[in-house]
C-alpha cells in the first residue's frame, strides 16, 4: 500500500502540481507523509519556502491538505480560523482543499459530520474541497483522500 501511496503522490509533486500539507502540531502530518513513504518532511517544507517568492499560478493545480486531529475538540476553533486566513491567500485561492479527519480509530472523537459542521464547510464555495475520515497509524482513508485529489487534477 505505501508503493501505491508514493506514486500517487510523487505525481502530485512535480512542476505542474503542489501539495501543501498544514495542521496543528500533533494532527499526524508526520505519520501522514510517513505512510504515504514521504519520510522527508523537511524537504517538503523546505520545497515551500524555496518557492515563496514565486506566484502558486505557475502551478497547475495547487492542493491544501489540512489534518485535523479529531480527538481535539479544544483546537478546532484554531484551526478554522487558520483554515479560512489560508484559503483567503492570494496564491491559494484557486486551491483544492483535502481535510483528512485523523484519528478516527479513538473512541469519541468528532465524526467527519461535526468536523464539517465546526469548520463551517459548506460555506466554501470558491474551493473544491473533500473531507475524509482516516487514520494515519494504519494509513486507513488516506487513498481514498488522494483519489479525490486525483480527480481533480488539471491535466494539460
Ligand atoms: P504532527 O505534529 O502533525 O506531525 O503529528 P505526528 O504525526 O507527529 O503525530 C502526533 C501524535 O499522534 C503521534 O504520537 C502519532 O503517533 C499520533 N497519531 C498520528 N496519527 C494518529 C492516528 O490516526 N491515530 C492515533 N491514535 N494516533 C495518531
Not at 4 to 30: S, Y
Not at 38 to 50: A, Q, R
Not at 64 to 93: C, F, P
Amino acid at each position: 500500500m505505501g508503493i501505491l501511496f508514493t506514486r500517487i503522490w510523487r505525481l502530485f509533486n512535480h512542476q505542474e502540481h503542489k501539495v501543501i500539507i498544514v495542521g496543528l502540531d500533533n494532527a499526524g502530518k508526520t505519520t501522514i507523509l510517513y505512510q504515504l513513504g514521504y519520510l522527508d518532511t523537511y524537504s517538503v517544507l523546505s520545497e515551500g519556502h524555496e518557492d515563496a517568492g514565486s506566484p502558486m499560478s505557475r502551478w497547475y493545480s495547487v492542493f491544501v491538505i489540512v489534518v485535523v486531529d479529531s480527538t481535539d475538540r479544544e483546537r478546532i476553533s484554531v484551526t478554522k480560523e487558520e483554515l479560512y486566513k489560508m484559503l483567503a491567500h492570494e496564491d491559494l485561492k484557486k486551491a483544492g482543499l483535502l481535510i483528512f479527519a485523523n484519528k478516527q480509530d479513538v473512541k469519541d472523537c468528532m465524526t467527519v459530520a461535526e468536523i464539517s459542521q465546526f469548520l463551517k464547510l459548506t460555506s466554501v464555495k470558491d474551493h473544491q474541497w473533500h473531507i475524509q475520515a482516516c487514520c494515519a497509524l494504519t494509513g486507513e482513508g488516506l487513498c481514498q483522500g488522494l483519489e479525490w485529489m486525483m480527480s481533480r487534477l488539471k491535466i494539460r
